[in-house]
């Protein structure tokens, strides 16, 4: 079946722009996170939905970022008045509920590079 | 908070040879969950294996197979006739288990490994 798939691959912007940044979940996965990998880095958790809330957005570094999935599926990644420092690959993935026994399954990422 | 610390930054094997992986992790709790993914040039993350705390039987996947030293707080990976595929980045990662933020997973800063022919 199909996988985590994250639209675009690579998203080139200027400072200051707006971008989205899109994630399409495992099919009936309700859980679904956003993890954000800098260069050289591990990835770093930002925010983890159980279906269509957002259960915990402790890691969002800053009110520039935002999320929803709205439907509980799909899920946007919103980044406001980018920065240089913004960029990173987003990782997004889904696991069929919350908890440490089901895994989480990655997409490809989105790179975003701000210029 | 807990923190994973991979204290090797690359390292390289030839191949049909055996290789380990180092991590080491600090966390106050009892229950959690620890894991080792691997990060080809696509970007994906892959689950390579995953170990309970609570286990004391060390977790094998194939040739894949863990070290898990809970007193010492170390977690190794070890692989077994290393494949050329096997080349990628490897991320150590922590889990905590029980209620709370039992989804939210710690990454180590990764291992580069290259399998030569």
């Known amino acids: 079946g199909a996988g985590v798939s994250q639209t675009p691959s690579n998203k080139v912007t200027e400072k200051g722009k707006y971008v989205e940044l899109r994630c399409d979940p495992i099919?009936?996965?309700?859980?679904l996170y956003w993890y954000r990998q800098s260069l050289g880095q591990g990835p770093e958790f930002l925010i983890y939905?159980?279906?269509?809330?957002?259960?915990?957005d402790s890691g969002l570094p800053n009110d520039r970022f935002f999320a929803v999935r709205p439907e509980g599926s799909v899920s946007t990644l919103k980044i406001q008045r980018t920065e240089r420092g913004d960029s990173a690959v987003y990782l997004c993935?889904?696991?069929?509920?919350?908890?440490?026994?089901?895994?989480?399954?990655f997409g490809p990422g989105t790179r975003l590079t701000v210029l | 908070a807990q923190t994973v610390t991979q204290s090797q930054p690359e390292m390289s094997v030839q191949e049909a040879e055996t290789v380990t992986l180092s991590c080491t992790y600090d966390t106050s709790e009892s229950n959690y969950y620890l894991f080792w993914y691997k990060q080809p040039p696509s970007r994906q993350m892959i689950l390579v294996i995953r170990q309970e705390a609570y286990k004391q039987q060390n977790a094998t996947e194939n040739r894949f197979s863990v070290n898990f030293q809970k007193a010492a707080k170390s977690f190794s990976l070890k692989i077994s006739d290393s494949q050329l595929g096997d080349t990628a980045m490897y991320f150590c990662?922590?889990?905590?288990?029980?209620?709370?933020?039992?989804?939210?997973?710690?990454f180590g800063k990764g291992t580069l490994l290259t399998v030569n022919p």
């Open positions: 099919s009936g996965h309700t859980a």
């Open positions: 939905f159980q279906g269509t809330g957002a259960a915990d």
């Open positions: 990662a922590f889990l905590l288990g029980g209620g709370g933020s039992n989804y939210k997973l710690t």
């Open positions: 993935a889904s696991s069929p509920e919350q908890g440490p026994y089901n895994e989480q399954f």
